[in-house]
């Protein structure tokens, strides 16, 4: 059974920068899609940004020119790069890896962005 974890969140004030991970393991398999989605509070969890197998990326529009998604060669870390950092990117960050039909998601790090 894979696990998915992540790390990198905190506190950063509005502007700054911060960098997450997520890394995969408990498989052989080779994760097909990976992702970041966020949860802020009393709001759904939304889609933050994607990158597949192939290295094609999609994010959201409220992230476009600020985030950077990338991962490993193997597909087994997936990373967040966030700079410009506003008051409304506060959520927990969670990373999500497609595996052989299954979907498995990390328990999240929290980022508090301040103003």
């Known amino acids: 059974q894979a696990q998915v974890v992540e790390s990198g969140g905190g506190l950063v004030q509005a502007g700054g920068s911060l960098r997450l991970s997520c890394v995969v393991s408990?498989?052989?398999?080779?994760?097909?899609?990976m992702a970041w989605y966020r949860q802020a509070p009393g709001s759904q969890r939304e889609f933050v940004a994607t990158?597949?197998?192939?290295?094609?990326?999609d994010y959201a529009d409220s992230v476009k020119g600020r985030f950077t998604v990338s991962r490993d060669r193997d597909m087994k870390a997936l990373y967040l790069q966030m700079h410009s950092l506003k008051p409304e990117d506060t959520a927990v960050y969670y990373c999500?890896?497609?595996?052989?039909?299954?979907?498995?998601w990390g328990q999240g790090t929290q980022v508090t962005v301040s103003s």
């Open positions: 999500y890896a497609f595996i052989r039909g299954h979907d498995f």
């Open positions: 408990g498989t052989i398999y080779t994760p097909t899609v």
């Open positions: 990158i597949r197998g192939g290295g094609s990326t």
